[in-house]
């Protein structure tokens, strides 16, 4: 008999690797944090002594969802300014209060809410972009939670820093601060290509090389921002960053609305990483991401949300049903974007693009055990005639029971076991007051 942390017995588990398979009376077995057996509960459980035993016999366990692209802080702009295109909302009411309002307090309360958001709708990592990086991975690690810390570069001062040398020069050392955390990572977050140049984008380029991190950046996000290059540069922006030799497995380019052909080829042989933000896109309109045909030419697509001032939430069952039903419409084809493709994009595709997928991202033995079980035994999933869809087409984040980022229990039977809610709640209000001017 073997010893073990927990088993955990769910009515069926969807690993994700192998692709679409959902296993029935099987179980997880953990110790130190990690997956050492996916058995049957026979097996399981008369081979392994554990301290703890879950039993979940109307549940779905699945792997933690990877939210490939997040500004967490701006849960605090939440509802700010709605119902505008990309630039008018950036330029008259995020740029003007980032200004005003952003410093490490608020993102420390604004990071806080959007970790407790994401842990109750089974997020267990999210690779962010935003200022104070510092303050972002300082949170994450107190709340026991995954995420990469976009090391934030843009041509501009900011509350952050002041200039590029300082930019990356605290990007840095917050690498360095974390590079042997278990759940902290990073990643050089240039914002885009019109708010960083050419000379700041190799150096960047350069340093990502040395370092062995990737680069998140906001790429083809509007036909506006496409057209600028043009005129700018002569160049589609796409073919600036290739020219620049930044295209490459590293590069994790978001949003990808604005694609031909020959760019969705290109993409392909080098290895990038799209992350796709359905809702976002389509809130703000700044169009459709081909999803059906980047994946049909082998690009690996990733689910993200955007901040919360865009999107307004941060729920990824809610994309995955999104990505999946978009690209239907867009391709006009429903065989394309399954189920099974729109739960790999929201875990094992994101890990992949983070270059963690050896570790995260599916129920694997030998990987952290990071895990969500929803309950299906509700009207919305009822019945069950395939666990997988219900995942994707009809499950809910109310209906996330319990959270494990390695092993570790963030969620369990709904009640959340590592944030003091109240006070979240608390600070979240009285930057709520702030920024509506009651309390100056």
């Not at 993102?107 to 303050?135: H, K, Q, W």
């Not at 994309?319 to 875990?347: F, I, S």
Request: glycine share 6%; aromatic share 6%.
């Amino acid at each position: 008999m073997h010893a073990a942390d927990c088993i955990v017995i769910p009515r069926w588990l969807i690993p994700v690797e192998p692709a679409g398979q959902v296993l029935e009376e099987h179980a997880v077995v953990v110790r130190n944090g990690r997956i050492v057996a996916l058995a049957p509960v026979a097996e399981a459980v008369g081979s392994f002594a554990a301290e703890t035993v879950i039993e979940r016999p109307n549940h779905v366990l699945i792997p933690g969802l990877i939210n490939a692209h997040t500004h967490a802080a701006m849960t605090l702009f939440r509802g700010l300014a709605d119902d505008l295109p990309l630039h008018e909302w950036l330029a008259e009411h995020i740029w003007p209060a980032e200004a005003r309002w952003v410093d490490s307090d608020f993102v420390r309360d604004g990071t806080d809410l959007a970790v407790l958001e994401m842990i109750r709708s089974g997020t267990t990592c999210f690779n962010d972009m935003y200022y104070c990086p510092d303050t972002v991975a300082q949170v994450a690690a107190e709340r026991s939670v995954r995420a990469c810390v976009g090391m934030i570069v843009i041509e501009m001062e900011t509350v952050w820093a002041k200039d590029i040398e300082q930019y990356l020069s605290r990007g840095i050392k917050v690498h360095d601060q974390y590079r042997e955390h278990p759940l902290i990572s990073t990643a050089f977050a240039p914002h885009s290509t019109y708010a960083v140049g050419d000379e700041t984008m190799q150096r960047i380029r350069t340093l990502a090389d040395q370092l062995e991190v990737p680069i998140h950046t906001h790429l083809h996000e509007t036909a506006a921002e496409v057209q600028q290059s043009v005129e700018q540069f002569g160049q589609r922006p796409i073919e600036r960053l290739a020219t620049m030799g930044v295209l490459s497995p590293q590069l994790i380019a978001v949003h990808m609305t604005q694609l031909n052909r020959e760019e969705i080829v290109l993409l392909a042989e080098h290895g990038v990483s799209v992350v796709h933000c359905p809702e976002s896109n389509m809130k703000l309109g700044s169009g459709f991401c081909p999803v059906a045909e980047l994946l049909a030419a082998g690009v690996n697509v990733a689910l993200g949300t955007d901040g919360a001032g865009s999107n307004n939430d941060l729920d990824m069952l809610g994309e995955m049903r999104y990505a999946a039903l978009l690209a239907k419409g867009v391709a006009g084809d429903p065989k394309v974007v399954t189920a099974a493709d729109a739960l790999a994009m929201a875990t094992i595709n994101g890990a992949r693009a983070l270059g963690l997928d050896e570790s995260i991202g599916s129920l694997v033995v030998g990987k952290w055990a990071d895990m969500v079980c929803l309950d299906l035994a509700a009207p919305a999933t009822q019945p069950v005639h395939h666990a997988l869809s219900q995942v994707v087409y009809s499950a809910s984040r109310e209906q996330v029971s319990d959270v494990w980022v390695a092993g570790q229990s963030l969620l369990r039977d709904d009640e959340s076991s590592a944030q003091d809610e109240a006070d979240v709640f608390e600070r979240a209000a009285a930057w709520q007051a702030r920024l509506d001017g009651r309390n100056e």
